[in-house]
């Protein structure tokens, strides 16, 4: 099979970006909701624990009922029908998942509302007193915008399967923009009333995101959306019973967060607004790359499983290793050498304190662990669901979660009394060991895509040079924080980051592993065929 002309190549890239694009103007307004945020609550407050908690809730039920269970069972059947040109029966089945989609998702938000307490701690939730009650009403608030979202969750299926990447990624801008909203017009209240108004935000945010993408899936499956009837077809059988080994894979996933949070409960006040801050950090490279690859790259390897072409699938498979690896390695070197710049380039301000920076950062070392691992998996993750296997992925991730249990309680729990350190840096443990469950997960995930499709590993050399090179160009850049005066934050973090990210860039062109064909491989755009 010979290479794809460098017109091909390049357009191949495109989706991707888009992905990036979106997804990367939506973090930035997620940072800028959580600076403010930070600014208000600090890290050792009990509302911010309260607010935190509570928002990992409804966020559990969302990833596991929308896009993590649709993008896996929905994209491809629907992507596989418009493969095949079947634009009538890919808007029926579409219809019908909505269908059930609005049943499922009602019940389980009346559910949540009605039984909040009961969920609270049914999932791990063991806060006390004014701080439990406060959750409680949070969630209540909160729980009708999940619904909301995961409708949002299911226009971003439809959206990904006709290449329209970039509305879909950059709408979550609007949720993060009617809780800056709220936390501006309520700052100067009490912190209890501060979160409520907060949680009512998050609420209309979830009605907008939804809102801005309505307009785009409407055009595109009008005027056939009015004749496409509710059916169970072999197609709504077919995404139902995938959606079920993907509802227990990725709610292993979800799962495994929600462990980490419970025992963040067990510890101090803050630990769990410290692991909240740093998941919202090391999120940003495992969405940009990890996930924006794998949701680009999902409906084109769909399509090329769906016409048994495995070559060009294994071939978007190994160009999206090496883009990912090239960009996350030096974000794990970052994060390792200067996290704490970082963190206070974007949150030490207001409440948020300098010796908060330092515990936020010791935390996000420990996510840096696994990082690699966690992104090039959910890579993997999209390859199985493309193939049709969603088994293995639900297996893989099982494992993980009992790693997770056992390990982070732990390393949590046990191990800073062992070491004399204080309870409080049990959130680090946390992370380290999620970061330790990551990789037994991503080498499971490898073992049995190597078998299923072979070919799938990266060149050692290509790895070592882009470790070296992060090593080294983390050097220079760690050497100006005793030139940069602590007190100049924004000053000190842009030309800190500014000089790595460069001299990084710079020297891995200079050694050949960072070349923009290297994304090439992520995905093709609407159609996909093999060369002979």
């Not at 069972?73 to 029926?92: C, E, F, H, M, N």
Request: charged letters at 15%; one cysteine or more.
């Amino acid at each position: 099979m010979s290479a794809p002309p460098l017109r091909d190549r390049r357009s191949a890239a495109i989706p991707a970006v888009l992905v990036a694009a979106g997804m990367l103007l939506s973090r930035i307004s997620g940072f800028l909701r959580q600076t403010i945020f930070s600014y208000i609550f600090g890290v050792q407050s009990d509302a911010a624990d309260a607010f935190n908690a509570a928002l990992r809730i409804p966020n559990f039920l969302q990833n596991l009922l929308g896009e993590g269970v649709l993008s896996a069972s929905l994209i491809p059947v629907y992507a596989g029908l418009l493969q095949r040109t079947q634009q009538r029966d890919a808007d029926r089945v579409a219809r019908s998942v909505l269908g059930l989609l609005v049943l499922v998702t009602s019940i389980v938000v009346l559910a949540g509302v009605t039984f909040t307490p009961a969920l609270l701690r049914a999932t791990g939730v063991f806060f006390g007193g004014e701080t439990f009650q406060l959750t409680v009403e949070l969630v209540r608030i909160i729980f009708p915008g999940v619904g909301l979202l995961v409708f949002s969750a299911w226009c971003l299926a439809i959206l990904n399967s006709h290449h329209k990447f970039f509305l879909a990624y950059v709408a979550p801008v609007m949720w993060n923009a009617a809780m800056i909203t709220a936390l501006v017009i309520y700052r100067h209240d009490d912190l209890a009333t501060v979160a409520i108004h907060l949680a009512w935000g998050a609420v209309i945010g979830s009605a907008l995101t939804l809102g801005v993408q309505l307009p785009s899936v409407w055009r595109i499956m009008a005027p056939e959306w009015t004749r496409a009837k509710h059916t169970f077809d072999e197609h709504v059988r077919r995404v139902v019973l995938t959606s079920i080994p993907v509802f227990f894979s990725r709610g292993a996933v979800q799962i495994s967060a929600q462990v980490d949070m419970a025992i963040a409960t067990l510890l101090p006040t803050g630990a769990v607004t410290a692991l909240y801050n740093a998941t919202q950090l090391y999120q940003l490279p495992v969405g940009l790359f990890g996930m924006g690859v794998s949701s680009a790259a999902l409906p084109s390897m769909s399509a090329a499983a769906a016409e048994n072409v495995i070559d060009v699938l294994r071939e978007r498979l190994l160009g999206g290793q090496r883009a990912i690896s090239v960009l996350v390695i030096p974000s794990m070197m970052a994060f390792l050498a200067f996290g704490d710049v970082i963190i206070g380039l974007l949150l030490q301000h207001g409440r948020f304190t300098r010796a908060d920076t330092h515990y936020v950062w010791g935390v996000l070392a420990g996510s840096a662990v696994g990082l690699l691992a966690t992104t090039i998996g959910r890579l993997y993750t999209a390859a199985f669901f493309a193939l049709g296997d969603t088994k293995t992925p639900m297996r893989c991730a099982l494992v993980r979660v009992a790693i997770v249990a056992a390990l982070g309680w732990a390393m949590a729990l046990e191990l800073p009394g062992l070491i004399h350190l204080q309870p409080r840096w049990g959130a680090a443990g946390l992370t380290a060991s999620a970061g330790v469950a990551g990789w037994v997960e991503f080498s499971l995930l490898r073992r049995s895509l190597q078998l299923r499709i072979g070919g799938v590993g990266i060149p050692f050399g290509f790895l070592a040079k882009a470790w070296a090179t992060a090593c080294l160009t983390a050097v220079p850049a760690t050497a100006l924080r005793w030139v940069i005066p602590d007190t100049w934050l924004i000053t000190r973090g842009l030309v800190i980051l500014t000089v790595f990210g460069a001299s990084y860039l710079a020297a891995g062109w200079a050694l050949g592993f960072v070349d923009l064909d290297d994304v090439r491989s992520m995905v093709t755009r609407r159609r996909t065929r093999a060369r002979t």
